[in-house]
């Protein structure tokens, strides 16, 4: 059932923001982007819309960079673009790209979807019926994906996606670890069974505030037929019956005897 996620993060759309195609979000973007003090990660989207037009227009510019590029190959070259000395060009390159007609509003929401595409995983949750205490895990993601990529991925299959694990799609990292903690029962991954049992949950809620909202016999019996799982709900029993007792029983039509 999650066939298409795993699809997406195998397979990541290409995208171009500002001009320039970005690669698949990595490991190293993520990290990269965490070191920048980007407001893509740090703020919600609410928070970041209330930025200043500049600040907003520079926190893009900035990630389109450090998306656009392979993971930290070229330390210097790092090291110099994160210690903010090319700070001051971002006016610069600014003023180009308004003086081009770019929308940058429209940019970010394609740098915010490719954002969130690159940062998908399963659904998951601890095995149910675990007893064993929770253990918080104290180090980065990042460096346990990294660590699990260079464990248990083939040198080939990293190399589709960049000389390094940094390169990895973060996205397609997260379900592949999510899949090994499933596989050693340290984690359910969101399954068919969990769905139908959320399904009959969501169903039993409907029909009780279906039965609670219900003011007249009317809408009381117009209930009963759009949600017929009432008459299964424990809780609602004692009342139900009481109320059909109430009701009056339907007439029945004589059948008229045949002239003798």
């Not at 346990?144 to 990292?173: M, V």
């Not at 759009?226 to 039509?253: G, M, N, S, V």
């Amino acid at each position: 059932m999650h066939e298409n996620l795993l699809a997406s993060a195998v397979v990541p759309d290409r995208t171009t923001v500002l001009g320039r195609r970005l690669m698949p979000y990595s490991i190293g973007c993520e990290l990269q982007l965490h070191k920048l003090n980007s407001p893509f990660l740090l703020l919600s989207v609410k928070d970041f819309d209330a930025l200043l037009p500049e600040k907003r227009c520079l926190a893009l510019l900035q990630a389109v960079f450090v998306c656009a590029e392979a993971a930290p190959r070229h330390p210097r070259r790092w090291e110099w673009w994160l210690r903010g000395c090319p700070v001051r060009f971002w006016p610069f390159q600014r003023v180009f790209y308004l003086g081009n007609g770019v929308d940058f509003a429209l940019e970010t929401d394609v740098f915010r979807s490719y954002l969130a595409a690159g940062r998908l995983e399963f659904p998951a949750e601890l095995p149910s019926g675990d007893d064993l205490p929770v253990r918080y895990i104290g180090a980065p993601e990042q460096l346990r994906l990294y660590k699990f990529l260079c464990r248990y991925i083939p040198r080939e299959e990293l190399a589709i996606y960049g000389q390094s694990a940094w390169d990895f799609p973060l996205g397609l990292a997260r379900m592949l670890y999510q899949a090994h903690a499933e596989g050693e029962g340290n984690l359910e991954i969101y399954n068919i069974k969990t769905k139908i049992a959320e399904d009959y949950h969501a169903q039993c809620e409907n029909g009780r505030a279906a039965w609670e909202a219900a003011q007249t016999d009317a809408e009381k019996q117009i209930a009963l037929v759009d949600h017929p799982i009432i008459r299964e709900l424990p809780y609602l029993a004692e009342e139900l019956a009481a109320w059909e007792a109430k009701q009056p029983l339907p007439e029945e039509k004589g059948t008229p005897c045949p002239e003798s």
